[in-house]
């Protein structure tokens, strides 16, 4: 049973920066695909991006390419989401997910394991 723990959001201005870090424990990061979904009131959870195992292959939302960039270190269990240039409707709570099946990388109902979320608003 792998634990995962977000961090990292917060209240930013428009055009500012985060880091989001998602902590693993109880399990070996590096046998999972990791993902990076964001929910916002009153909508479905949606995908932002993903990593294969090992960082073999980066999958990004077309809402977030050339602004977000996930990665990964399986050394310290850890994986991290670079989010700039940001714009409110960013504005969401941010989930990390393991998973650890074939299945499309960028649907949420084929990841294993969850973390609790961080938000992260955007002002204008």
Same mark, same amino acid.
Do not use: E, N, P
């Given at each position: 049973q792998?634990?995962?723990v977000e961090s990292g959001g917060g209240l930013v201005q428009a055009g500012g $920066?985060?880091?989001l870090n998602c902590a693993a424990s109880g399990g070996?990061? $590096?046998t999972y &695909?990791?993902?990076w979904?964001?929910?916002a009131p009153g909508k479905e959870r949606e995908f932002? &991006? &993903?990593i294969r195992r090992s960082g073999t292959g980066t999958y990004y939302a077309d $809402?977030?390419?050339?602004r977000f960039t996930i990665s990964?270190?399986?050394a310290e269990n850890t994986v991290y989401l670079q989010m700039n240039s940001l714009k409110p409707e960013d504005t969401a709570v941010y989930y990390c997910g393991a998973r650890s099946g074939l299945l499309s990388i960028t649907s949420p109902w084929n990841y294993d394991f969850w973390g609790q979320g961080t938000q992260v608003t955007v002002s204008s």
């Open positions: 792998v634990q995962l $920066s985060l880091r070996t990061l $590096s &695909a990791m993902g979904f964001r929910q932002v &991006a &993903a $809402s977030v390419k050339g990964r270190d399986d």
